[in-house]
């Protein structure tokens, strides 16, 4: 590509990159998911049955989990693992850089957070310093595979293991992601996942929580349900975090698809990896070792120290290029109004307070083409050119 300059950037006038914008995400339901969301509807059989139970196995089989249990979406999904595996009162490390969920539901679960902070290059939790925030209150480790990027896995769970810890992995954005050629419900106590319409697996509103361990499901499904273990017997209390069966046959049916579009995602991803690698001013994610992300998001960071503009600058000319972006998140947890009464040291998370005002993602889903994805790169060219130092 030449070199561009200010006044070539279509926001000032030029020449877009791209004629059309990029989609930013494929989301939406096909013809067999809503045949098979009508056939539901045919039977009159609603609430949760043989599409939930369907939908459990097949999808905790797929991830290398034991059981699943479906559940009305991932936040409830949360609160279901931290009720079946915390006390109130429990210190629990979890991230600073995360959705709000992962941590607002621990909150809620009345467990005392400490943040860790992450590392920049795959914007997962940090190990070392989960380790350096381990005191002799702390119970569990909550962590999430944040945008389909499986955290250090080893790494947490031998800290868990030497400090006999609980660990939650908060799954949300890592439907299929694996990890050591494992599928990621294979590791930690408990993991929860979303099915929000735009998740890799979208049914609307929906979740999941995958165990390995038969006392801890049974667990799970009495809070999931008002503590009941016979009909009408209540032996704890409990919420109405069920699913229905006309989410569950769109799961079922979207389920088919999953793993050729988590591979289409992944192929996209490779192609943006060996283009931005050759661009100046704005790195790529580069995953954990030994994982193979799900790529719900591609997040990439500007180099400020490279470039004469702000993030928001950047990605406003990009947008006009014909590439839509979003930042995934404007401000680290710390700085949230809502954990204001948390006992928190900024100081101490520095590697999540930059990433607020470096990060952004661009379009990455399975129905991107080659020639799309190359444009998004041709784009992402001209721009961090014309604002190169
Ligand atoms: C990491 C993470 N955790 C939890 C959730 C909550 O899921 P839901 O919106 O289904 O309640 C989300 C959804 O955005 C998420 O991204």
């Known amino acids: 590509m030449t070199t561009a300059t200010a006044s070539d950037l279509a926001i000032n006038g030029g020449t877009p990159v791209l004629e059309s914008p990029v989609p930013f995400m494929a989301v939406g339901l096909t013809k067999k998911d809503i045949a098979a969301a009508n056939e539901v509807l045919e039977s009159g059989m609603l609430r949760a049955a043989s599409k939930c139970a369907a939908l459990e196995e097949q999808f905790a089989a797929k991830s290398d989990a034991k059981i699943g249990l479906t559940c009305s979406n991932g936040t409830t999904a949360l609160q279901l693992a931290y009720g079946a595996l915390l006390e109130r009162g429990d210190e629990v490390i979890a991230p600073a850089w995360t959705y709000i969920a992962t941590v607002s539901m621990l909150v809620a679960a009345g467990a005392k957070v400490v943040f860790c902070d992450c590392l920049q290059d795959s914007y997962q939790a940090d190990p070392a310093d989960i380790e350096k925030k381990i005191t002799p209150n702390t119970k569990a480790i909550a962590v999430t595979h944040l945008y ?178 979003a930042v995934h998140y404007p401000k680290p947890l710390t700085q949230q109004p809502a954990f204001s009464d948390l006992a928190i040291q900024e100081s101490g998370v520095p590697v999540s307070v930059k990433l607020a005002s470096t990060v952004f993602c661009i379009p990455i889903h399975q129905n991107l083409t080659d020639d799309q994805a190359n444009g998004v790169c041709d784009a992402i060219a001209k721009v961090a050119d014309a604002f190169a130092k």
Request: aromatic share 8%; net charge negative.
């Open 148 to 325: 389909g990027i499986p955290v250090d896995i080893e790494a947490i769970q031998a800290i868990a293991q030497k400090h006999n810890l609980k660990v939650i992995y908060d799954c949300a954005q890592a439907h299929l992601a694996e990890y050591n050629n494992k599928g990621i419900g294979a590791f930690g106590d408990a993991c929860t996942y979303s099915f929000y319409a735009t998740k890799n697996l979208g049914t609307g509103e929906g979740g999941m929580v995958t165990v390995n361990d038969e006392e801890l499901a049974t667990k799970i499904s009495a809070l999931r349900s008002h503590g009941e273990t016979d009909k009408y017997l209540h032996t704890s209390i409990g919420f109405n975090y069920r699913m229905n069966d006309i989410t569950g046959a769109i799961g079922l049916s979207k389920l088919e698809t999953l793993g050729a579009e988590t591979d289409r995602r992944r192929a996209v991803a490779n192609l943006y990896h060996s283009r931005i690698d050759n661009i100046q001013g704005v790195d790529r994610p580069v995953p954990t070792q030994g994982s193979n992300p799900a790529w719900h998001l591609y997040t990439c960071r500007v180099d400020l120290d490279a470039l004469t503009c702000t993030r928001d600058e950047f990605c406003a000319a990009l947008n006009k290029e014909g590439v839509p972006t």
